[in-house]
């Protein structure tokens, strides 16, 4: 029976058999007991399937997983400690020293570091390019050794909205998957599989666990790219392992290669596994997630429409208000809505908003975004301070953009506050 997402996020994961736990239990060891070695031994060689050590899998962890899986509508995935370590499996899986990736450049600070110095410092080159490109811009960008495309789905926090078919096309006429992280709309608002994305990403700490009380992230394959018709371009994939025999992923997994590569290799050597106790609290919140999202995007929409009205407020984008850029796509994408994050500025720059920011009394200043509480940050004094004017005007994030997260809270009482709070500024 196919359910719809509101059933998904509450029922997807876990199935009780008579007499079990009705609420998904937390597996809260390390290892797993068996009766004999060689059945040990057949599960390191990736001949049966089964827990031996929870860095490599573990039964809530799996069950959650499979959860957001049947949300975003794909056909494997796993979670991870952080939605940073979610990018990092995601693209590190395909690509290595001597790669190439072609990024949208309005992507999350953090995310921004990650590509443009951690990873060049490993040999992986990186060519930002506009969200806003055209196929033929993105092919433009295009090399000979590329191996993926990357985008956010809304941008964090320029909250550029991304035309997923477009740069699905073009990374598919280049021959790569297009990976999305697609954090802000969560699969409640956009299922960007159903419009030709391959890899699908999310930091879970975010709207999904709903209640900043959880790191987390997760990576989910559409099982729709086939690595095999590439085989010079992704040798991980395609070609033996000789750390498990010389396995070929492709060849044994079939359309679960890609997420077995990153659980039984990339996780195996660099550890970033999402604790049981974190993806049962997670579990919690995805469970009301649906219901969060509608409330999450009525409330911004009401302050984007309170705020582009305000004689102090000198620009409002919200991907849902009528006359924001993104209007068009944000309709076509995601008609039910977008996200509870709005971006503005003041008028008076960097300095109103600062003095706006510390008077505000219902809305907390913190390093977090999109959770129950109504939260405010200032991108480029914070998460994206250690970008220079250039690369913060190549992500979108103008000097005096105020990020202001907008809670489940009653629209009237955040609207009051931000009232008082302007009035200071």
């Not at 666990?209 to 099982?223: E, I, R, W």
């Not at 790219?225 to 498990?244: I, M, R």
């Not at 991907?319 to 076509?332: A, D, F, I, R």
């Amino acid at each position: 029976m196919s359910y719809k997402i509101g059933t998904k996020c509450v029922q997807s994961g876990y199935t009780p058999k008579n007499g079990e736990s009705r609420v998904l239990p937390i597996y809260q060891s390390t290892t797993y007991k068996y009766e004999s070695s060689e059945q040990m031994g057949r599960l390191f060689d990736l001949e049966e399937a089964g827990y031996f050590y929870t860095r490599l899998a573990n039964p809530t962890c799996d069950a959650v997983a499979a959860k957001i899986t049947d949300l975003e509508g794909g056909v494997a995935g796993m979670l991870t400690s952080s939605g940073q370590a979610a990018n990092y499996y995601a693209l590190f899986n395909i690509c290595e020293n001597g790669g190439h990736i072609i990024s949208s450049a309005a992507i999350y600070g953090g995310t921004f570091n990650l590509l443009d110095v951690t990873m060049r410092k490993m040999g992986i080159d990186v060519t930002f390019i506009s969200p806003d490109s055209t196929e033929e811009e993105i092919m433009a960008a295009a090399k000979p050794n590329t191996k993926a495309v990357f985008a956010e789905t809304i941008s964090n926090p320029s909250l550029t909205v991304l035309d997923v078919e477009v740069f699905a096309n073009a990374a598919h006429k280049i021959g790569v998957p297009l990976i999305v992280d697609n954090t802000f709309p969560t699969p409640v608002n956009l299922r960007p599989i159903e419009f030709g994305a391959d890899i699908v990403t999310h930091s879970t700490t975010k709207y999904m666990d709903g209640h900043a009380v959880a790191l987390g992230g997760a990576v989910v394959d559409s099982g729709n790219f086939n690595w095999a018709e590439y085989p010079g371009k992704f040798p991980g994939l395609c070609t033996p392992d000789h750390s498990y025999h010389g396995i070929t992923y492709t060849e044994k997994f079939g359309k679960a290669a890609y997420i077995t590569k990153i659980n039984v290799q990339i996780m195996r050597d660099l550890g970033s596994m999402q604790s049981p106790q974190n993806a049962f609290l997670l579990n919690l919140g995805l469970e009301t997630l649906a219901l969060r999202m509608k409330k999450h995007c009525d409330n911004a929409l009401a302050v984007a429409k309170y705020l582009n009205e305000h004689e102090k407020v000198e620009w409002v984008n919200y991907p849902g208000l009528e006359g924001s850029k993104y209007y068009g796509v944000t309709s076509k994408y995601m008609p039910n809505g977008s996200c509870g994050v709005v971006s503005f500025g003041l008028t008076g720059g960097r300095e109103a908003a600062v003095k706006f920011m510390d008077s505000l009394r219902l809305a907390a200043i913190v390093t977090h975004v999109a959770d129950a509480r109504t939260c405010v940050l200032h991108p480029a004094s914070t998460t994206h301070r250690q970008l220079s004017d250039k690369q913060l005007e190549e992500c979108g994030v103008d000097p005096g953009l105020v990020r202001f997260s907008v809670g489940i809270e009653d629209a009237d009482d955040i609207i009051a506050d931000l009232a008082q709070a302007l009035e200071n500024a």
